[in-house]
T-cell receptor, first 116, second 112 residues
């Protein structure tokens, strides 16, 4: 149980284009999902907290107009990197909060983004 | 002082060894403690979940929490090459704040 998927698993795009990453909780409903980015050999950096049906809460220093988050259903949150640039290349990981029981985050497999 | 300190390693052990990983923290509000395992280029996988102080065992893994010392540990018995990964400690306070504070992760290699 508590399986989270991400799509795509990797994406290469040209500078200036937008990229959408999907995060789905497959066997549970998640009112809250989180988006992280991770640079090589570093820990996870929280970008934003996404709550179903409401606006995402962004961490300090994260541009909300650059990283658009939508959480339209209890099983799906999307992250859109708008006008991507090479410095946006990173490993993006989502997690979903499993409420009840072990109230903790279950992570997706990650999406590797390379902006050329 | 960082909220959570974790030695990044790398740690290299022979197969069958007992591995000890640990984290220290400074925020006394933390009540929930987790260990995640992350293989290269994959998302973190929840290994252990502990509330407050005490021990928890699951197969070859044992998690210990000592809130008085603000110290948590993960022990791996009979380590296997498949245990080679980065281990992240994570913790959060109680209530409805579900944000996790992570350690930097310890890179473990178990040599056959």
């Amino acid at each position: 149980g508590a399986v989270v998927s991400q799509h795509p698993s990797w994406v290469i795009c040209k500078s200036g284009t937008s990229v959408k990453i999907e995060c789905r909780s497959l066997d549970f409903q998640a009112t809250t999902m989180f988006w992280y980015r991770q640079f090589p050999k570093q820990s996870l950096m929280l970008m934003a907290t996404s709550n179903e049906g409401s606006k995402a809460t962004y961490e300090q220093g994260v541009e909300k107009d650059k990283f658009l988050i939508n959480h339209a259903s209890l099983t799906l949150s999307t992250l859109t990197v708008t006008s991507a640039h090479p410095e946006d290349s990173s490993f993006y990981i989502c997690s979903a909060l499993l409420a009840g029981g072990k109230e903790t985050q279950y992570f997706g497999p990650g999406t590797r983004l390379l902006v050329l | 002082q960082k909220e959570v300190e974790q030695d990044p390693g790398p740690l290299s052990v022979p197969e069958g060894a007992i591995v000890s990983l640990n984290c220290t923290y400074s925020n006394s509000a933390f009540q929930y403690f987790m260990w995640y395992r992350q293989y290269s280029r994959k998302g973190p996988e929840l290994l252990m979940y502990t509330y407050s102080s005490g021990n928890k065992e699951d197969g070859r893994f044992t998690a210990q929490v000592d809130k008085s010392s603000k110290y948590i540990s993960l022990f791996i018995r009979d380590s296997q090459p498949s245990d080679s990964a980065t281990y992240l400690c994570a913790m959060r306070s109680g209530g409805s704040n579900y944000k996790l504070t992570f350690g930097k992760g310890t890179l473990l290699t178990v040599n056959p």
